[in-house]
């Protein structure tokens, strides 16, 4: 992706303009140890590498773009978004660099990290109740909606607004097929705004001729998966609404099939990519993994999962080191 440059310099090759440009293009890397013997292929691709450190940089400076070019959000206005952390995080990264104050409503669910990461940003925080349902006033995105109202900010809307899938379906899927070479056959990923699936899945179908399968990973606790509500202990994923208000930027046709894990086998999942792989991911990382290793067993050699993982362990040190 690319930005445009704030002050004309001479360009230097090997440096980038600003973070922005080091949005998206991050590496995939194989598993080696915890794949099934005869099982499928399994390769993750590390969104923890974006500068923010997630998967929504990605949507957020989708989001930000469009809502600049379309006039919605005005030079130095603030935005406001209601967020469990990451795209927090990242509208607060590309926020800095186009000049606007970024505050967020979150559910007080957020790690401590995270919320350290949004302090640094420059990020305004806001404490409302995940548990309140989508039609009562103390819901999270109730209150940004009305924080935005009253200071005259822009919403980003990030479970409604197309910018989000649009960015994944711009960018992550064709960074997949390429990474792959085309030889991708699965694509598992976490399924929170939808964003990340619903754009991604769409692509990788369409340029495939729909041979590419979509797995959605989904925790217990959320209804994603058609079970009961109940506490979700992997931050960023899954919902606690009824199917009648799920986010719009849950395209519903994107995945054949949504596979619900247990917290224990995704912190499992997380602690064994990190000895047996060398790779530190966050725990809706680790869902996704867990599912992908439990379909990789019904699959041969010659499939390819691709797995998305969101971001790293880096958001959640105290719970996973700790
Ligand atoms: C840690 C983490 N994992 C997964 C997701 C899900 O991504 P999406 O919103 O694109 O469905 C999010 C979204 O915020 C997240 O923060």
New binding site residues.
Partial sequence: MSSTSLTAAPSLPGVVGSVLDLIGETPIVRLRRLVPADGAQVVVKLEGRNPGG???DR?ALALIRDAESTGALVPGAPIVES?????GIGLALVGRVTGHPVVIVHGGTMSPEKLALLRLHGAELIEADWTAGPDDPGNPRAVADRIARDRRGWRSH?YDNPA??GA?YRSTGPEIWRQTGGAVTHLV?????????SGTGRFLREVSGDRVRVVGANPVGSTYGGGPVGTIR????GTNWPSSHWPE??DRAVPHEIRTMSDEVAFRTVARLASEEALLV????GLAVGVALELATELDRAHVIVVVA??SAT?YLGELAG
Avoid at 189 to 197: E, K, L, P
Avoid at 234 to 237: A, K, L, M, Q, S
């Fill in positions: 997630s998967a929504k949507a967020t469990s952390g990451n795209t990030q989000n899938p994944h990923a976490s399924i929170g705004t939808g964003g990340t699936i992997v931050e960023g994923v930027n849950f966050g725990p809706s990382s969101p971001d958001n």
